[in-house]
């Protein structure tokens, strides 16, 4: 008799079935109860924040106020609290006719008015003005000077031309900022081209010859990461901010509010996160059989990879990562396969260091896992575009996974990663 295993794989599952004397372990994070009511949840988040005034205080004789949201590849159920969030600016003397909404497209594609609707809640939409950030848009930015770290900043003007700014965003590990959310919503969220490239270019090691990527730039790691630091320090110049985060639970559903000072809360929530989301375990293994966490964490190949870099952890060297993830609009980025051009990691290194891109960085660690672990795919990429990649295409997840057990030695264990995507594995050493 087998088990039967469910695993999401864009807006559908895949059922896969395990032989019943496999030595198995399914690594997911704990179940988190959803809040109860999320109006008095956020509310109560609102008016005891973290290292900082409320916000009715904040918000007292505010002439303009801009609200910053996610994008729709950070499922952050923005519009679930949305309407509650403006009916609490209303209870402060804060009319709709004073508020904006951004969204932080960072240099992700922008969606239609339809999808909007959808993202935010036809509700709120109808309410307050709705602005769409383009990174490319030179007009629509205003430069700030510069971060101790020498990134250019320049930002949505929106928000330095508004009396209070209001990052919204949920909270969860980031495999080279350490955590999503908080600063991440104003820089890149809603920085400049230029201003993004200098951010995240910091993730490489700046002493040639220990590596290209910088070793605290990982998921789960703020202190000592340049990425993060950085992004702090710019989005502090954008004006007056009170933050709110979400840390949603494995389920999607949101868990807890954490609102106040920019870092402060932000910190707050990180340890939320972390706690619910960090699993150890004893050593890696043989085989890992992971799901990207569907949409939209596998919208496209880039927001893949997040999934595939915590899975990727759990596998010995020489080991098999088969995993799933659908990558309906592709890669995600114009300027990623280019890097598995080059011939080897040290050429690589050595090209990304001449002339960066946007997920330079990434490619490198992508060419990283293939030369340390096997790794199998199911996906709608092209694949020619997976195998240059090192990845070996498969079309059936099922037959890959029974290829891949009967080549288990006895007493060999299976892991099994329903959500890569939200689940940070740490090995004790």
């Not at 700014?165 to 991440?184: D, N």
């Amino acid at each position: 008799m087998n088990n039967q295993t469910t695993l999401k794989y864009g807006d559908d599952c895949l059922k896969i079935s395990l032989p019943a004397g496999l030595n198995r372990r399914v690594i997911a994070p704990a179940d988190t109860p959803a809040v109860k009511n999320i109006r008095a949840c956020l509310t109560a988040s609102l008016e005891s924040p973290v290292s900082s005034r409320t916000l009715r205080e904040k918000a007292r004789g505010a002439q303009k106020i801009v609200i910053v949201v996610c994008d729709q590849t950070r499922p952050t159920k923005t519009a679930d609290y949305l309407p509650h969030l403006l009916d609490y600016l209303n209870s402060c003397g804060v009319p709709d006719t004073s508020i904006d909404l951004l969204i932080a497209y960072g240099s992700h594609k922008r969606i239609s008015d339809e999808d909007t609707g959808g993202l935010l809640g036809e509700a709120a939409c109808s309410r307050v003005r709705v602005h769409h950030h383009d990174c490319r848009d030179e007009a629509a930015l205003v430069s700030l000077g510069e971060t101790s770290q020498g990134v250019s900043v320049r930002v949505n003007r929106l928000l330095v031309e508004s009396d209070l700014v209001i990052p919204t965003g949920g909270v969860m590990h980031h495999y080279f900022a350490g955590f999503g959310g908080g600063r991440k919503m104003i820089v890149p969220g809603c920085a400049g081209l230029d201003t993004i490239l200098a951010n995240h270019r910091l993730a490489l090691n700046p002493q040639a010859g220990e590596g290209l990527l910088h070793p605290n730039c990982d998921s789960g790691i703020l202190d000592g990461n340049p990425v993060h630091e950085a992004a702090l320090e710019a989005a502090r110049t954008a004006g007056e901010i009170f933050t709110i985060n979400t840390v949603q639970n494995p389920r999607g559903e949101i868990a807890h509010f954490v609102a106040g000072e920019l870092d402060a809360a932000h910190r707050r929530a990180c340890e939320i996160a972390d706690e619910m989301f960090s699993i150890e375990i004893r050593e890696p293994a043989d085989l890992v059989i992971a799901s990207c966490g569907g949409h939209p964490y596998d919208i496209d190949f880039i927001q893949m990879h997040k999934g595939v870099h915590h899975a990727a952890r759990a596998v010995r060297d020489g080991g098999l990562l088969v995993i799933c993830g659908e990558a309906k609009n592709g890669i995600g980025s114009p300027t990623f396969e280019r890097w598995f051009d080059c011939p080897g990691l040290d050429e690589t290194a050595a090209a990304i260091r001449r002339d960066y891109t946007l997920n330079a960085h990434t490619a490198y660690a992508m060419k990283k896992k293939v030369e340390r672990i096997n790794i199998s795919l199911l996906s709608s990429l092209d694949p020619s575009f997976v195998r240059k990649m090192g990845i070996v295409p498969i079309d059936s997840f099922q037959d890959a996974i029974d290829e891949a057990v009967s080549s288990l030695c006895r007493g060999h264990a299976a892991l099994i990663i329903p959500r890569a995507n939200k689940t940070v594995i740490s090995i004790p050493y």
